[in-house]
């Protein structure tokens, strides 16, 4: 019997430093392990500290439900929360922290106008997001959809719409549900009320099967995503993730330096050779990782489409995987939204409001092409959040079309800047930050001539340089 099958039947799961697996690699070796480890591993990590506030700690602010509940946010997200970088807006959110060990969840969608966006994303515990239920994929009309883990084995029931398997024994139900103004919220709440979340047993009504082994679910650290430790709670959550045989050789390789499901990882055992090893490897990570930025990022050779998706979609690009968690993680796949990132202007200059007021123009008949909506939305560039404003303002998007200023040619510009542009210019107006930021183009939905190229993305513009 392994080591982490041990794990999951016994009493209780936790983390552990009490003993040491085997550090056999040289340091030089260790080095480019760690580099790949960190990359492999940090949006595993990142997606626990998520795990940990929404579903464990029932203290945080940004507590919602416990496992195998949904908890709904009837409200759009704001510069106060706080549980991820890079929030949506556009859509409030519904979530379910999903412990498949014992069984599989039965997900009940209710029936929503057809006019209104809305989608449930399914998220592993990789990041990969390996399904998706809602308009695009099941449509408007509801359903019944399970959800199950990787070692279920049963019979599905008849009126099941689809069956969906996640790699992982802990997944992610992300809900999003259009929002179209403040006016429509008690709608949205409304349709909220109808996601149904349920254990397999419970929706057929047959007797529970046995529960799963209690986990000790290890507290977040501040640094833990950047430093060595996080090898340590990558030990912990790959327990909850049986190994892909397309990963067997990766995996040994990181066992070299004490990664494996399940196992001890104790930084004080290290050398101090050793422990330098894992910190430069990590500082490798990063430099890839700001160098991909840079060149292809910044300057949209490769768009978000390229991070998220499902293992197949991603190839065994584990890069990119990090650079998804790293930029805005729990993004959508290609085909259901596309992420435009405003990191540096038209010359490619780092973009920063304490600096410059910026302008972002679309010629007459070129605003995003999306089936469902689109958004421009402002982020901080310190923290990664929503930017507090007078005007209580995060974004522009499509729905506010009619009550933003066109230019006089038909076409539309709006005024990126930390001050108040005046009022003929307040309507296009996007509050940014007394510094650097960023901006976030969602087009959801997204027509053919995204992904091709035929649309032309329009860039910031540096209007004036302030003293």
Known sequence: MNTRHLLLTGLTLALSTSAWADFSASPEEARGIAKEAYLYGFPVVEMYKTLYTQAVDSKSPNYKAPFNQIGNTAKAFTAKD??????????????????????????????????????????????????????????????????????????????????????????YALYRTQLFDEKDLAKVKQIQKGYKVETLSHYVKQKAPAPAPKVSWPKPTPTMSETPDLFRYLNFMLAFTPPQ???????????????????????????????KALEDGISDAKAEFATLKKDKIDTHQVTSGDFFGTRD?????????????????????????????????????????????????????????????????????????????????YLINSRMLADLRLDADGGLTLYVQHKNPGKDKQANWLPAPNGPFYGVLRIYLPQPQVASGEWKIPLLTPVDAKQ
């Open 245 to 275: 045989d397309i990963e067997k050789d990766l995996l040994a390789r990181f066992a070299k330096i004490g990664i494996g499901a399940g196992q001890p990882f104790d930084l004080k055992s290290l050398s101090a050779e050793q422990h």
């Open 82 to 171: 706080t549980a991820f970088v890079t929030p949506n807006a556009d859509t409030p959110y519904s979530f379910v922290w999903m412990d498949l060990r014992a069984e599989p969840l039965i997900l009940t969608l209710p029936p929503i106008e057809e006019h209104r966006y809305y989608s449930v994303q399914l998220i592993d515990a990789y990041t990969q997001n390996f399904a998706y239920l809602g308009t695009r994929s099941t449509g408007n009309n509801g359903g019944h959809f399970m959800i199950a883990g990787p070692d279920w084995q049963g019979q599905q029931p008849v009126n099941i719409d689809r069956l969906l398997r996640s790699e992982s024994n802990i997944a």
């Open 313 to 393: 979609h991603l190839k065994g690009n584990y890069l990119y995987r990090y650079t998804g968690a790293k930029v805005g993680i729990f993004g959508n796949s290609a085909e259901e939204a596309n992420y435009i990132g405003y990191f540096v202007d038209k010359n490619g200059q780092p973009v920063d409001a304490g600096k410059h007021d910026y302008t972002l123009h679309f010629d007459k008949g070129a605003l995003p092409p999306a089936d469902a909506f689109w958004s421009l939305t402002m982020y901080d560039g310190k923290n990664q959040l929503l930017v507090a404003n007078p005007l209580n303002r």
